[in-house]
C-alpha cells in the first residue's frame, strides 16, 4: 500500500486579515491590524521580540484568544464558522509548551494526531496506523514508536509532538518555538525538517526566536512589534539593521552569514560599550 | 521502513483483568458468607437459589447480597468518577471527594431529607443537584484565585467545599433526635447498611447510564489529559469537553453518595492502581477501575462491618485508613 503521507500535501494558503486581538483587563491590544498570507509550499516565520504577540497569533488559531477584529482565511475561507474538530483537520498546531502528562506509548501518542477523524469507537485503521508510523519516520524519530513518552529527551519529545502533529494529515502546519531547549544539531535538524514538509507542498507557519536560522530557512518573513506588522517580506526586506534595531531596541548589525549569503544579525554589547 | 510489532490498546496482558475479577468474586462470597452468621459455602450457594433454611436465604438475599452488590456498584462508580477527573484535570490526586462534589451530594440529599423527602430517587435526584452546585463553586472558586489552569487551586477549593459541606449536614441535622445524628454520621462517614435492592436498582442505572457516557468519552479523556492547548490543537473544545465530564463525573460520585454516604479516596487510589497495572489510555483505564474499585469497596465494607463485630466502622473511615497514606505517597510525586 502507499504510505499514506508520500504524497506531495497540497497546502492552502492561511491568510490572517485585519486581525485585532484584546484580552480583557488589557489596556492596549495584543494584536492589531494584522494582515499577512502564509502560502502553500513555503515557510512563512513570523518573529520579534518577547510581548510582540507571536504567540497570541497561534491562540487565534486554537480559538484561544479573543479576536474582536478581522478574521483568520484558510484559502478564502473563514475559520470562524468551523469548529474544534473540523480545524483540526486543516490545521495542525504544535504548541510551544506541553509538559508531558500521563506515560503513554509514543504510538499512542502519536495515534492522538488522529483524533479529529476518528469515531468515538472503533480500533484505528490500518490507514491510521500507517500515517502514524509514517509520521514518525518523517520527524526522524521512527525508532521511539515503542517506547513511552516518559522516556524520550528533550529534543526527542519535540519530534514526537511534530510527528504527532504530522499525523493529522492537515494542509496547514503551525509551530510555536519549536526549538526552544533544543541544542544547535537538534535546532538545526528541526528546521531542516520544517523546510523539508513545505517543500512537499503544506503550508508552513513558523514561529522563531531564531533569525539566523529564519533567514536561512524561511521564504516569508513577518516581523511583530508590539502587536504589529512592523515589516514583511522576504529575508532581504525584513532582516535590516535599521528596522531590527528599532523593534529589539537593541545595537546590532546585519552582516551575511558566510555560510549561504543571507543576511544574518549580530547583536552588539549594550549601549556605551565598546566590543 | 520497518513495520514495529503493534501494541494493542488493552493493558499489558490480560492478567490484571484476569486477576481482579477472581478478586471481586472470591471477596464478594467471603462477604455474603461471613458475618455476625457465618454461612458455610454449600449453604450460601443454596440461599442464592432460594434453597435451604429461610431465616438463611433471607440473610442472603435480603441483607447480604444487596450489600454486597451496592458497595460493589458504589466502589466502581467512585473509581471510575476519580479516574475521569484525574484525566480532565491532569492532575493524579483529583477525586470526587477530595474535590468537594461528594460533599455537595450529601448535603443535596440530607437537605431533602430535613425538608421531608422520603422518596429515594428524589433524594437520589437532589444529591445530583447538589454535585452539580458543588461543581459550579468549586471551579468558580479556583477561577476567581487563579485564573483557569491551576487544578491545585480546584484541589484546595474543593477540600474547602467538602469541609462546609460536613458543617452544613451537622447543622441540618444538629436538632434531630439521638439515632438521626447517627444518620448524619452515616452521610459523612459512609456505609453500606442500608442496602436494599431498590439502592442496588438505583445505583446500577447511574453506573450504567453515567460510566458509559464516560467511556464513550475516553479517548477525548486522553487528549484532554495532554492539557488545554494541545487538546485545543488536536480538535477537543476543551472548555466544553472538561465541562461536561466534570459533570457526568461528579453525578457519578453523587449517585454513590445518594447509595452510601461519603466514601472518600477509592477514586483516587482506583484508577492510580489501575495505571501502575499498565492501562495508560483512558478507555481500558476507566474499566479496570470500575473493577478495582468493586474489590476495593466490597472488601473494605468486610472488613467495616466484621473487624469490630458486632460494632460496625464507617465505611468512609476505613478507606480513608487506607487512602490517605496512598494520598501523601503521591503527593511527595507530584510536587513541584
Same mark, same amino acid.
Given at each position: 500500500?502507499?504510505?499514506?503521507?508520500?504524497?506531495?500535501?497540497?497546502?492552502?494558503?492561511?491568510?490572517?486579515?485585519?486581525?485585532?486581538?484584546?484580552?480583557?483587563?488589557?489596556?492596549?491590544?495584543?494584536?492589531?491590524?494584522?494582515?499577512?498570507?502564509?502560502?502553500?509550499?513555503?515557510?512563512?516565520?513570523?518573529?520579534?521580540?518577547?510581548?510582540?504577540?507571536?504567540?497570541?497569533?497561534?491562540?487565534?488559531?486554537?480559538?484561544?484568544?479573543?479576536?474582536?477584529?478581522?478574521?483568520?482565511?484558510?484559502?478564502?475561507?473563514?475559520?470562524?464558522?468551523?469548529?474544534?474538530?473540523?480545524?483540526?483537520?486543516?490545521?495542525?498546531?504544535?504548541?510551544?509548551?506541553?509538559?508531558?502528562?500521563?506515560?503513554?506509548?509514543?504510538?499512542?501518542?502519536?495515534?492522538?494526531?488522529?483524533?479529529?477523524?476518528?469515531?468515538?469507537?472503533?480500533?484505528?485503521?490500518?490507514?491510521?496506523?500507517?500515517?502514524?508510523?509514517?509520521?514518525?519516520?518523517?520527524?526522524?524519530?521512527?525508532?521511539?514508536?515503542?517506547?513511552?513518552?516518559?522516556?524520550?529527551?528533550?529534543?526527542?519529545?519535540?519530534?514526537?509532538?511534530?510527528?504527532?502533529?504530522?499525523?493529522?494529515?492537515?494542509?496547514?502546519?503551525?509551530?510555536?518555538?519549536?526549538?526552544?531547549?533544543?541544542?544547535?544539531?537538534?535546532?538545526?535538524?528541526?528546521?531542516?525538517?520544517?523546510?523539508?514538509?513545505?517543500?512537499?507542498?503544506?503550508?508552513?507557519?513558523?514561529?522563531?526566536?531564531?533569525?539566523?536560522?529564519?533567514?536561512?530557512?524561511?521564504?516569508?518573513?513577518?516581523?511583530?512589534?508590539?502587536?504589529?506588522?512592523?515589516?514583511?517580506?522576504?529575508?532581504?526586506?525584513?532582516?535590516?539593521?535599521?528596522?531590527?534595531?528599532?523593534?529589539?531596541?537593541?545595537?546590532?548589525?546585519?552582516?551575511?552569514?558566510?555560510?549561504?549569503?543571507?543576511?544574518?544579525?549580530?547583536?552588539?554589547?549594550?549601549?556605551?560599550?565598546?566590543? | 521502513?520497518?513495520?514495529?510489532?503493534?501494541?494493542?490498546?488493552?493493558?499489558?496482558?490480560?492478567?490484571?483483568?484476569?486477576?481482579? !475479577?477472581? +478478586?471481586?468474586? =472470591? *471477596?464478594? %462470597?467471603? $462477604?455474603? #458468607?461471613?458475618? @455476625?452468621?457465618?454461612?458455610? &459455602?454449600?449453604?450460601?450457594?443454596?440461599?442464592?437459589?432460594?434453597?435451604?433454611?429461610?431465616?438463611?436465604?433471607?440473610?442472603?438475599?435480603?441483607?447480604?447480597?444487596?450489600?454486597?452488590?451496592?458497595?460493589?456498584?458504589?466502589?466502581?462508580?467512585?473509581?471510575?468518577?476519580?479516574?475521569?477527573?484525574?484525566?480532565?484535570?491532569?492532575?493524579?490526586?483529583?477525586?470526587?471527594?477530595?474535590?468537594?462534589?461528594?460533599?455537595?451530594?450529601?448535603?443535596?440529599?440530607?437537605?431533602?431529607?430535613?425538608?421531608?423527602?422520603?422518596?429515594?430517587?428524589?433524594?437520589?435526584?437532589?444529591?445530583?443537584?447538589?454535585?452539580?452546585?458543588?461543581?459550579?463553586?468549586?471551579?468558580?472558586?479556583?477561577?476567581?484565585?487563579?485564573?483557569?489552569?491551576?487544578?491545585? !487551586?480546584? +484541589?484546595?477549593? =474543593? *477540600?474547602? %467545599?467538602? $469541609?462546609? #459541606?460536613?458543617? @452544613?449536614?451537622?447543622?441540618? &441535622?444538629?436538632?434531630?433526635?439521638?439515632?438521626?445524628?447517627?444518620?448524619?454520621?452515616?452521610?459523612?462517614?459512609?456505609?453500606?447498611?442500608?442496602?436494599?435492592?431498590?439502592?442496588?436498582?438505583?445505583?446500577?442505572?447511574?453506573?450504567?447510564?453515567?460510566?458509559?457516557?464516560?467511556?464513550?468519552?475516553?479517548?477525548?479523556?486522553?487528549?484532554?489529559?495532554?492539557?488545554?492547548?494541545?487538546?485545543?490543537?488536536?480538535?477537543?473544545?476543551?472548555?466544553?469537553?472538561?465541562?461536561?465530564?466534570?459533570?457526568?463525573?461528579?453525578?457519578?460520585?453523587?449517585?454513590?453518595?445518594?447509595?452510601?454516604?461519603?466514601?472518600?479516596?477509592?477514586?483516587?487510589?482506583?484508577?492510580?492502581?489501575?495505571?501502575?497495572?499498565?492501562?495508560?489510555?483512558?478507555?481500558?483505564?476507566? +474499566?479496570?477501575?470500575?473493577?478495582?474499585?468493586?474489590?476495593?469497596?466490597?472488601? @473494605?465494607?468486610?472488613?467495616?462491618?466484621?473487624?469490630?463485630?458486632?460494632?460496625?466502622?464507617?465505611?468512609?473511615?476505613?478507606?480513608?485508613?487506607?487512602?490517605?497514606?496512598?494520598?501523601?505517597?503521591?503527593?511527595?510525586?507530584?510536587?513541584?
Amino acid at each position: 500500500m502507499t504510505a499514506p503521507g508520500s504524497a506531495p500535501r497540497v497546502g492552502a494558503a492561511l491568510a490572517f486579515d485585519g486581525i485585532r486581538v484584546q484580552y480583557a483587563g488589557r489596556p492596549l491590544p495584543a494584536l492589531q491590524q494584522v494582515t499577512f498570507t502564509a502560502h502553500p509550499g513555503l515557510v512563512t516565520a513570523v518573529v520579534g521580540p518577547n510581548g510582540s504577540g507571536k504567540s497570541s497569533l497561534v491562540r487565534t488559531l486554537l480559538r484561544r484568544a479573543p479576536v474582536i477584529a478581522g478574521r483568520v482565511l484558510l484559502d478564502d475561507r473563514d475559520i470562524a464558522p468551523l469548529d474544534a474538530r473540523a480545524l483540526a483537520q486543516q490545521v495542525a498546531i504544535v504548541t510551544q509548551r506541553e509538559e508531558p502528562g500521563m506515560p503513554l506509548f509514543v504510538r499512542e501518542f502519536v495515534m492522538l494526531g488522529r483524533h479529529a477523524c476518528r469515531g468515538a469507537f472503533g480500533a484505528p485503521s490500518d490507514f491510521d496506523r500507517a500515517l502514524v508510523e509514517e509520521s514518525l519516520v518523517k520527524a526522524g524519530i521512527a525508532d521511539a514508536i515503542d517506547r513511552t513518552t516518559d522516556s524520550l529527551s528533550g529534543g526527542e519529545w519535540q519530534r514526537v509532538r511534530i510527528a504527532r502533529a504530522l499525523a493529522q494529515d492537515t494542509r496547514v502546519l503551525v509551530l510555536d518555538e519549536p526549538t526552544t531547549f533544543l541544542d544547535i544539531a537538534h535546532e538545526m535538524a528541526v528546521f531542516e525538517l520544517v523546510d523539508a514538509l513545505a517543500k512537499e507542498g503544506r503550508t508552513v507557519l513558523l514561529v522563531s526566536h531564531q533569525l539566523n536560522l529564519v533567514a536561512r530557512f524561511a521564504e516569508h518573513i513577518v516581523l511583530l512589534d508590539h502587536g504589529r506588522v512592523a515589516a514583511a517580506g522576504d529575508v532581504n526586506a525584513v532582516m535590516r539593521g535599521e528596522i531590527l534595531e528599532a523593534v529589539y531596541n537593541w545595537p546590532l548589525v546585519v552582516t551575511r552569514d558566510p555560510a549561504v549569503g543571507v543576511p544574518a544579525l549580530l547583536p552588539l554589547r549594550g549601549r556605551g560599550r565598546s566590543r | 521502513m520497518t513495520v514495529a510489532p503493534r501494541t494493542s490498546a488493552a493493558p499489558r496482558g490480560a492478567w490484571p483483568w484476569i486477576l481482579g !475479577l477472581a +478478586l471481586l468474586v =472470591g *471477596v464478594s %462470597v467471603f $462477604a455474603i #458468607a461471613f458475618g @455476625a452468621v457465618s454461612l458455610p &459455602l454449600g449453604t450460601v450457594t443454596d440461599a442464592l437459589r432460594g434453597v435451604g433454611d429461610p431465616a438463611n436465604v433471607s440473610i442472603v438475599r435480603e441483607l447480604r447480597l444487596p450489600r454486597v452488590l451496592l458497595a460493589a456498584l458504589v466502589g466502581a462508580g467512585l473509581a471510575m468518577s476519580g479516574g475521569a477527573l484525574q484525566g480532565t484535570m491532569r492532575n493524579p490526586l483529583a477525586e470526587p471527594y477530595l474535590l468537594g462534589v461528594s460533599g455537595g451530594a450529601a448535603v443535596g440529599a440530607v437537605m431533602a431529607m430535613a425538608f421531608g423527602v422520603q422518596v429515594p430517587a428524589v433524594i437520589t435526584a437532589c444529591a445530583f443537584a447538589g454535585a452539580a452546585v458543588a461543581t459550579l463553586v468549586v471551579t468558580a472558586l479556583a477561577r476567581v484565585v487563579g485564573g483557569s489552569g491551576d487544578t491545585r !487551586l480546584l +484541589l484546595m477549593a =474543593g *477540600v474547602v %467545599v467538602g $469541609a462546609f #459541606a460536613n458543617a @452544613a449536614i451537622l447543622v441540618a &441535622l444538629a436538632d434531630a433526635p439521638p439515632e438521626r445524628l447517627r444518620g448524619a454520621l452515616w452521610w459523612m462517614m459512609g456505609s453500606a447498611a442500608d442496602a436494599s435492592w431498590g439502592s442496588v436498582g438505583r445505583s446500577a442505572a447511574a453506573l450504567l447510564l453515567l460510566g458509559t457516557v464516560l467511556v464513550w468519552r475516553a479517548r477525548e479523556l486522553d487528549v484532554l489529559a495532554l492539557g488545554s492547548e494541545p487538546a485545543a490543537a488536536l480538535g477537543v473544545d476543551v472548555d466544553r469537553a472538561s465541562r461536561h465530564i466534570f459533570l457526568v463525573s461528579s453525578w457519578l460520585a453523587a449517585a454513590t453518595v445518594a447509595a452510601a454516604g461519603l466514601v472518600g479516596f477509592v477514586g483516587l487510589v482506583v484508577p492510580n492502581l489501575a495505571r501502575a497495572f499498565g492501562a495508560r489510555q483512558h478507555r481500558p483505564m476507566l +474499566l479496570l477501575s470500575a473493577l478495582y474499585g468493586a474489590v476495593l469497596l466490597v472488601a @473494605a465494607d468486610l472488613l467495616a462491618r466484621t473487624v469490630r463485630a458486632p460494632a460496625e466502622l464507617p465505611l468512609g473511615a476505613v478507606t480513608a485508613l487506607v487512602g490517605v497514606p496512598f494520598f501523601l505517597s503521591q503527593l511527595r510525586k507530584v510536587a513541584p
